[in-house]
């Protein structure tokens, strides 16, 4: 089963034509909405400001918290060492730049999730590529799409966030993977079963800590391995466009084999095109819809040019400066990401592997949080209110069975999952790309960002 996922992740699901269009529709969109990128420090300035408004179910702040949430986790530890595993560490780059453009697509697509959403019967907000395809007249791929989002939720934001908790104690601590796995079906219950604002809740909390321990963390050990900064970056960009045999310690790899797997990464850690993390913008307090997109975009680079970024410098550095570390294997003839991250880590005197198990405890554990919500969200939209309370416990049931499994098939049907999301989603925005040109040049360019919009629910 495993080696059938893998042939269809990499042929089918991630091959060249995926690759290029994901990051065609991230390049297009950066064209289209004038490179909002350039306003990223307007979002996150925003993103620290009361939107005034009542309209909404949580603040642009506990919105962003949520979506981060979910964005940042394994994907920005574990998913940049299987990412430089598999396609060298040109991967990182392709990581950074597909993050770089990124940012517009997931601004477009918190837009038309925000513009396009729905206030319930209970007075709660939904949105998402569902409701903007209802706006389309096309409630099929609205369908198709939250299906994706519910079944893909159980790769992405549950079974590999569990299993990669599961393995780090194990590891580190010598405790079975099912003890560790019913520990957090316990945690996660406490929270999920409480609703959105329960998870909002611990994420504000939670997210901002984990977040600047860890880069701070990161920059520690990138100070002690700063005489192979200068050879790190130069083996980084020459590795992302140039093809390169086995040498020093990494693998050979071709050019599209490092964007696929940077790319691939990526696109797991920052979500940008899934319209996932939308879905939390979607139930932010706004007058219009362009404010929370600018602030939801934020959380790309937060997610990839930042957190990434540290890892891969980390990861390649310390493979440079102990050559030995790829050595490292896990069956006799591979490498799994997980132990290359663990080799690198480990071999920080004091702090190295505490905090790598801090940041993979409190990265996934978030994940798993953010990610129950959009499943959540999407069952809900096509199931009713009747299924959620059966989707939850499904939820924690899958908690305990992705901490028992393969690593391997894990990320590989994460990967195959999130592609399926991606295709509905993508076609959503370039669809209401007019409309996000729009919104665009008159709140953002032309500076009515404090006006409200009497359309928007």
Same mark, same amino acid.
């Given at each position: 089963?495993?080696?059938?996922?893998?042939?269809?992740?990499?042929?089918?699901?991630?091959?060249?034509?995926?690759?290029?269009?994901?990051?065609?529709?991230?390049?297009?969109?950066?064209?289209?909405?004038?490179?909002?990128?350039? !306003?990223?420090?307007?979002?996150? !300035?925003?993103?620290?400001?009361?939107?005034?408004?009542?309209?909404? @179910?949580?603040?642009?702040?506990?919105?962003?918290?949520?979506?981060?949430?979910?964005?940042?986790? +394994?994907?920005?530890?574990?998913?940049?060492?299987?990412?430089?595993?598999?396609?060298?560490? &040109?991967?990182?780059?392709?990581?950074?730049?597909?993050?770089?453009?990124?940012?517009? +697509?997931?601004?477009?697509?918190?837009?038309?999730?925000?513009?396009?959403?729905?206030?319930?019967?209970?007075?709660?907000?939904?949105?998402?590529?569902?409701?903007?395809?209802?706006?389309?007249?096309?409630?099929?791929?609205?369908?198709?799409?939250?299906?994706?989002?519910?079944?893909?939720?159980?790769?992405?934001?549950?079974?590999?966030?569990?299993?990669?908790?599961?393995?780090?104690?194990?590891?580190?601590?010598?405790?079975?993977?099912?003890?560790?796995?019913?520990?957090?079906?316990?945690?996660?219950?406490?929270?999920?079963?409480?609703?959105?604002?329960?998870?909002?809740?611990?994420?504000?909390?939670?997210?901002?800590?984990?977040?600047?321990?860890?880069?701070? /963390?990161?920059?520690?050990?990138?100070?002690?391995?700063?005489?192979?900064?200068?050879? +790190?970056?130069?083996?980084?960009?020459?590795?992302?466009?140039?093809?390169?045999?086995?040498?020093?310690?990494?693998?050979?790899?071709?050019?599209?084999?490092?964007?696929?797997?940077?790319?691939?990464?990526?696109?797991?850690?920052?979500?940008? &095109?899934?319209?996932?993390?939308?879905?939390?913008?979607?139930?932010?307090?706004?007058?219009?819809?362009? !404010?929370?997109?600018?602030?939801?975009?934020?959380?790309?680079?937060?997610?990839?040019?930042?957190?990434?970024?540290?890892?891969?410098?980390?990861?390649?550095?310390?493979?440079?400066?102990?050559? @030995?570390?790829?050595?490292?294997?896990?069956?006799?003839?591979?490498?799994?990401?997980?132990?290359?991250?663990?080799?690198?880590?480990?071999?920080?005197?004091?702090?190295?592997?505490?905090?790598?198990?801090? &940041?993979?405890?409190?990265?996934?554990?978030? +994940?798993?949080? /953010?990610?129950?919500?959009? /499943?959540?969200?999407?069952?809900?939209?096509?199931?009713?209110?009747?299924?959620?309370?059966?989707?939850?416990?499904?939820?924690?049931?899958?908690?305990?069975?992705?901490?028992?499994?393969?690593?391997?098939?894990?990320?590989?049907?994460?990967?195959?999952?999130?592609?399926?999301?991606?295709?509905?989603?993508?076609?959503?925005?370039?669809?209401?790309?007019?409309?996000?040109?729009?919104?665009?040049?008159?709140?953002?360019?032309?500076?009515?960002?404090?006006?409200?919009?009497?359309?928007?629910?």
């Amino acid at each position: 089963m495993n080696d059938v996922l893998i042939w269809i992740d990499n042929n089918i699901m991630w091959g060249p034509v995926m690759i290029l269009f994901l990051l065609g529709t991230h390049v297009f969109l950066t064209v289209q909405t004038g490179f909002v990128q350039k !306003k990223v420090f307007q979002g996150v !300035k925003e993103s620290l400001r009361s939107d005034g408004s009542n309209k909404g @179910d949580l603040s642009i702040f506990g919105s962003l918290m949520t979506a981060l949430s979910s964005t940042i986790g +394994t994907g920005n530890i574990i998913g940049v060492g299987t990412a430089v595993v598999t396609g060298g560490p &040109g991967a990182v780059l392709w990581t950074w730049i597909g993050g770089i453009f990124g940012i517009a +697509t997931k601004y477009a697509e918190s837009l038309i999730a925000v513009k396009y959403r729905k206030k319930r019967e209970d007075g709660t907000y939904m949105g998402g590529a569902m409701t903007a395809f209802e706006h389309l007249n096309m409630p099929t791929m609205g369908k198709i799409f939250a299906w994706c989002c519910a079944l893909g939720a159980f790769g992405i934001g549950c079974s590999s966030q569990s299993k990669a908790i599961s393995d780090v104690i194990s590891v580190n601590y010598n405790i079975p993977n099912i003890v560790v796995g019913i520990v957090i079906c316990v945690l996660t219950a406490l929270v999920v079963f409480g609703g959105l604002k329960a998870i909002s809740k611990v994420c504000e909390m939670l997210v901002p800590f984990m977040s600047i321990v860890y880069v701070v /963390g990161c920059l520690l050990i990138l100070i002690i391995n700063i005489r192979y900064l200068p050879q +790190t970056i130069g083996v980084i960009i020459a590795s992302a466009f140039t093809p390169r045999a086995a040498v020093g310690g990494f693998i050979g790899t071709s050019v599209i084999m490092a964007a696929r797997a940077g790319i691939a990464r990526g696109l797991f850690s920052n979500e940008a &095109g899934m319209g996932s993390a939308p879905q939390a913008s979607a139930a932010s307090v706004a007058k219009n819809a362009v !404010k929370p997109a600018l602030v939801g975009s934020t959380g790309v680079f937060w997610d990839t040019v930042v957190v990434c970024l540290m890892t891969g410098l980390v990861l390649v550095s310390s493979i440079i400066a102990n050559g @030995d570390i790829s050595c490292i294997l896990t069956d006799g003839s591979t490498i799994s990401g997980s132990g290359l991250v663990a080799a690198c880590f480990n071999q920080i005197p004091f702090f190295g592997r505490p905090l790598l198990t801090f &940041g993979i405890l409190t990265f996934a554990y978030s +994940t798993i949080l /953010g990610w129950s919500y959009y /499943g959540e969200n999407c069952i809900r939209y096509l199931l009713g209110d009747k299924a959620i309370k059966a989707y939850q416990v499904l939820w924690i049931l899958v908690i305990l069975i992705g901490s028992l499994v393969s690593e391997g098939a894990v990320w590989t049907l994460a990967d195959i999952l999130n592609a399926a999301m991606c295709i509905p989603n993508v076609i959503a925005v370039l669809l209401l790309r007019n409309v996000i040109a729009r919104d665009t040049k008159y709140y953002l360019d032309e500076g009515h960002l404090e006006e409200e919009d009497p359309d928007l629910e």
